[in-house]
T-cell receptor, first 112, second 118 residues
């Protein structure tokens, strides 16, 4: 079983749509969770950390369900500039040198 | 805004040659990492480095790979004898020191070095 699983997509949505991405992780010892965004042939960039209480940053909302080992990202009012690959990322420990474990990413294409 | 830098942006080499990829992490960061991404595949962890030693390494990071922090600013990845399958984008990342999850737990990535082995 993959450590971090994501639907690869692509998700093709019109501008203004709401889109949701899901991710599951297999290691119950995982402690920190993130969504990164990666544009074509560029480096991953942190979009947001994900907390158990859920968190929102503008049009983006992330949720974590530790019991189900499930992470989600909701994008409201999609913009053309949101087109990218969204990477679900987990790591074992806060305060350690712990590696990031990446999912394969979900590709989003927002169209006019 | 501080950022991680990497040189060169693109390196072409012949199979069997040695390459050194260079990174300058964010200046007050203490944890350093190398990841790679083969075209069309996911980002994979290679090695983490803290306090002048390797903290963790993956199965990919075999004897052909080494890392070094030769001075206070650079962090290098050396591949001793490159293979065709080493062709990938190599990302350096750095992280501030901290024990709490949150912003200090965030790894910031450089723009990557595209390595092409012929």
């Amino acid at each position: 079983r993959k450590e971090v699983e994501q639907d690869p997509g692509p998700f093709n949505v019109p501008e203004g749509a709401t889109v949701a991405f899901n991710c599951t992780y297999s290691n119950s010892a995982s402690q920190s969770f993130f969504w990164y965004r990666q544009d074509c042939r560029k480096e991953p960039k942190l979009l947001m950390s994900v907390y158990s209480s859920g968190n929102e940053d503008g049009r983006f909302t992330a949720q974590l369900n530790r019991a189900s080992q499930y992470i989600s990202l909701l994008i409201r009012d999609s913009k053309l500039s949101d087109s990218a690959t969204y990477l679900c990322v987990v790591t074992r420990g806060a305060g350690t040198a712990s590696k990031l474990t990446f999912g394969t990413g979900t590709r989003l294409q927002v169209t006019l | 805004e501080p950022e991680v830098t990497q040189t060169p942006s693109h390196q072409v080499t012949q199979m069997g040659q040695e390459v050194i990829l260079r990174c300058v992490p964010i200046s007050n960061h203490l944890y350093f990492y190398w990841y790679r991404q083969i075209l069309g595949q996911k980002v994979e962890f290679l090695v983490s480095f803290y306090n002048n030693e390797i903290s963790e390494k993956s199965e990919i990071f075999d004897d052909q790979f080494s890392v070094e922090r030769p001075d206070g600013s650079n962090f290098t990845l050396k591949i001793r004898s490159t293979k065709l399958e080493d062709s990938a984008m190599y990302f350096c990342a750095s992280r501030a020191f901290g024990r709490a999850a949150g912003p200090t737990d965030t790894q910031y990535f450089g723009p990557g070095t595209r390595l092409t082995v012929l």
